[in-house]
């Protein structure tokens, strides 16, 4: 039987190469975003993940039409980057609600439809939750509490036999760097050039980041999997960097982050 996957934020990066991976392997793909994709084999619901109303109108629409759901990607994020001190509360909010209560949102309407086929969520979390960055502390909060909800959530639906993954991405190439909010520090006295200079060095590391391809395939074999990962990296030299975070003292690995991105 053909598999119905649901993907939200498909229209560009990450999403989109899943989308259209998984359209290519015979699988039914609908992206839930505010903008549509490139791409006519993807269906396309207009739909913003911070309103729940919409969210259950295009699950509806898309059960009526394929009458089952099989597999929910929490993809849609973004990002925001300067210091604790000086961000904006609109800015927090925004991330707040688009990183988190988009994926709550989600999956809260989404697990009655996964219950019925016994399917899996995939969320889309990052190495920055693993690895905390200065001047990324929303971001790397939100997807810190990615992992973490990931990991509950999969032991909530267990006994329904819902399976839950959260893949964790270091760098990766796509418009997400581009699109971040930053902050504007020509006027900053207290943090210099710090802020300026950790984004920096994020962006060009992004830019020299795995393409969004190996990402999509990661989610193809999480689909396919019968038992997958409740946790994933992408790539050996991601999966060494977890693997030290787990052994070495955290004041070491806080001092060397900050020598890479906050001095």
């Known amino acids: 039987m053909k598999k119905v996957v649901v993907i939200t934020g498909a229209s560009s990066g990450i999403g989109l190469s899943i989308a259209k991976l998984l359209s290519s392997n015979n699988i039914t793909v609908y992206n839930l975003s505010r903008t549509a994709p490139k791409e006519d084999a993807i269906n396309f619901i207009e739909c913003d993940v911070?309103?729940?109303?919409?969210?259950?109108?295009?699950?509806?629409?898309i059960y009526e039409k394929e009458h089952q759901i099989d597999v929910v990607i929490n993809n849609a994020g973004?990002?925001?980057?300067?210091?604790v001190e000086l961000e904006k509360?609109?800015?927090?909010?925004?991330?707040?609600?688009?990183?988190?209560?988009?994926?709550?949102?989600?999956?809260?309407?989404?697990?009655?439809?996964?219950?019925?086929?016994?399917?899996?969520?995939?969320?889309?979390?990052?190495?920055?939750g693993e690895y905390p960055l200065p001047f990324q502390a929303f971001y790397s909060a939100t997807k810190s509490a990615i992992q973490s909800f990931s990991s509950a959530l999969g032991n909530e639906l267990r006994p329904f036999k819902v399976k839950v993954s959260c893949v964790m991405p270091g760098e990766v190439k796509t418009d997400f760097t581009k699109n971040r909010i930053k902050q504007e520090t020509t006027s900053d006295t207290v943090y210099g050039e710090r802020i300026a200079n950790g984004i920096k060095k994020m962006e060009?590391?992004?830019?020299?980041?795995?393409?969004?391809?190996?990402?999509?395939?990661?989610?193809?074999?999480?689909?396919k999997q019968k038992n997958p990962p409740v946790v994933c990296t992408v790539g050996a030299t991601w999966k060494f960097l977890r693997f030290l975070k787990r052994i070495l003292p955290n004041k070491l690995i806080d001092k060397v982050v900050f020598k890479l991105y906050g001095n």
Not at 94 to 100: F, G, Q
Not at 208 to 223: C, L, Q, R, T
């Open 204 to 223: 060009k590391y992004e830019q020299n980041g795995m393409s969004p391809d190996k990402i999509a395939k990661k989610v193809f074999k999480i689909i």
């Open 89 to 128: 509360s609109e800015n927090i909010k925004k991330i707040i609600d688009v990183n988190l209560f988009g994926v709550f949102n989600t999956t809260q309407v989404a697990i009655p439809y996964l219950r019925e086929s016994e399917g899996k969520i995939i969320n889309i979390g990052s190495m920055g």
């Open 78 to 83: 973004m990002g925001i980057g300067g210091s």
């Open 50 to 61: 911070t309103k729940k109303e919409m969210l259950i109108n295009a699950f509806q629409k």
